[in-house]
């Protein structure tokens, strides 16, 4: 990569096959409407359709009782009394909605106080020089834990760190955004993503089944596994193949105070911070396994039990717990009122989320009122038994499938709430768990994230590039990431085959058949 005065490629001027793709997807993707307008449209063609299945006389078979059911349509005067008198309640009441908001709640007084970006500029910058790459990769991917200030965060940190051990920051830097958007998925802890996610797939599940729930650990083990083996193969293309094709840096350290090695206030944070949490979380687990527990389910059961449906509140406690120890540690928080003032702020941060979600909530009830949901999903089923796309071979083709939706919506969590309500009953009647075919969406959708070019943040980023190299391009952004995104999906997908094949659980209670 040269650190002349022009960028390697731009998407305003690039050439040859790679440019005009990218040039493509830039402009249809800017095409699209706000995704408050995208749900708004999709609910309008719910609605349309549900009344052109309903002159066809369109009907479906209730796969738990064989009973015929028909379409209902939107724009009758039923469906027009269900869509104006539920219309609050289908808000107020739609998974995602309470679920991310509570979970951020406590992320946020964390993130405020300075925890996650104490934690994170702590570990990589304690690292010994051989290990640089390695942990700087490993909390990136385990970055998402901080949403979106991550890309903003850690990328930075990677490229000072590099150039404090000598080596190129822009491998740093590349490897660490890499990590934090194509790993998004990928963490050893729950996130707010599988709270959000596992919400819209419960949705979704229970089109087919009503009682059907799907934990937000339901991809645990997969996507704790996926972040080691993550961690190894982007370590490896930043060290054997980005870093040597890097011509050499002739450029200063940019003015970064989160280069500076942690001060003894944040360490002493992060001792009590650290303290705090083990006590906590012993707390919590010896509340749960006590026999007799009321948190335990029928038959002492943890894996369907009170405790998994409130595993929300528990991470929403955990982070309280470790941003308050951490502010009185490091004298971040001076007053009682910062924590709820931190709190507010963290959900003014979600408005535009709780936006969308208006539309989006009344596009998925409208889809499931009218049996549109239930249609598609019965013909999806019979179609994958009749061509034998089902099982593990189906849900690779799935994963495949959502490249181009993926490109174009730079939401992940907008994207699978177009997507689950139909191949989640879709695939569930063809025998497969849900958390499977989940774990199958959030490989492409994360490993192509860096690729998305209506993602909002991407400004942002190339800004924090340019620090480095004053010219770069959004170009020279996306040639830095090509490579790592790649290997990345490569690499998930083999590791999703191969764990479908072991016949291996992706989460506690969710393995690749239905139980």
């Known amino acids: 990569m040269s650190t002349d005065t022009t960028p390697a490629l731009t998407l305003a001027d690039a050439t040859g096959l790679g440019g005009r793709i990218l040039r493509g997807i830039e402009r249809v993707g800017n095409k699209l409407p706000h995704p408050f307008y995208l749900f708004l449209l999709i609910a309008g063609l719910v609605a349309v359709a549900s009344a052109i299945a309903t002159l066809l006389g369109a ?14 349509s939107i724009l009758s005067g039923e469906g027009v009394v269900y869509a104006l008198t539920t219309a609050i309640q289908n808000f107020v009441t739609f998974p995602p909605l309470g679920l991310i908001v509570t979970v951020m709640l406590g992320i946020g007084v964390a993130e405020r106080l300075g925890l996650l970006k104490a934690a994170m500029r702590g570990a990589v910058l304690a690292a010994p020089g051989w290990a640089v790459t390695f942990v700087v990769v490993l909390v990136s991917l ?42 998004f998925s990928a963490n050893v802890v729950p996130a707010g993503t599988d709270v959000l996610l596992s919400g819209i797939t419960t949705s979704a599940a229970q089109i087919v089944d009503p009682g059907a729930s799907v934990s937000p650990l339901a991809n645990y083990f997969f996507m704790a596994t996926s972040t080691l083996l993550l961690a190894v193969v982007i370590t490896v293309v930043c060290q054997r193949y980005v870093e040597p094709r890097l011509t050499p840096y002739e450029g200063g350290l940019a003015d970064e105070d989160a280069s500076k090695p942690l001060e003894a206030i944040e360490r002493r944070g992060l001792r009590v911070a650290g303290i705090a949490v083990a006590a906590y979380l012993a707390i919590v687990a010896t509340v749960v396994a006590v026999p007799g527990s009321p948190l335990q389910g029928e038959g002492g059961q943890i894996l369907r039990s009170p405790f998994m449906t409130a595993l929300p509140i528990f991470i929403l406690f955990l982070f309280l717990v470790a941003g308050i120890a951490y502010g009185l540690g490091a004298r971040t928080l001076t007053s009682a009122r910062q924590v709820p003032e931190h709190m507010t702020a ?50 690779v083709l799935f994963s495949l499938f959502c490249t181009i939706p993926a490109l174009l919506l730079a939401s992940g969590s907008a994207l699978w709430t177009l997507l689950a309500p139909i191949f989640v009953p879709m695939f569930m009647l063809a025998g497969i768990d849900p958390a499977y075919v989940q774990a199958a969406f959030r490989i492409t959708d994360s490993a192509t994230n860096p690729l998305v070019p209506m993602n909002p943040m991407l400004p942002v980023v190339l800004g924090l590039l340019q620090r480095w190299q004053p010219k770069a391009g959004l170009g020279t952004l996306f040639s830095l990431v090509i490579p790592f995104t790649l290997v990345i999906w490569g690499v998930w997908l083999l590791q999703f085959i191969v764990w479908g094949l072991l016949g291996l659980p992706v989460g506690p209670g969710h393995g690749l058949e239905l139980q």
Do not use: C
């Open 59 to 72: 009907a479906t078979i209730d796969p738990a009782t064989g009973e015929t059911i028909p379409i209902r």
């Open 142 to 183: 385990m970055g998402n834990l901080a949403s979106d200030s991550a890309m903003v965060i850690l990328p930075p940190l990677a490229a000072a760190a590099f150039l404090a051990a000598g080596r190129h920051p822009l491998a740093g830097f590349a490897a660490s955004y890499a990590a934090v958007v194509a790993g």
């Open 346 to 395: 963290a959900v003014k941060d979600l408005v535009p989320f709780i936006v969308v979600i208006f539309t989006a909530a009344q596009a998925i009830a409208w889809f499931n009122w009218s049996q549109l949901g239930l249609l598609l999903a019965t013909s999806g089923a019979e179609a994958m038994k009749a061509t034998g796309l089902g099982g593990l071979g189906g849900l």
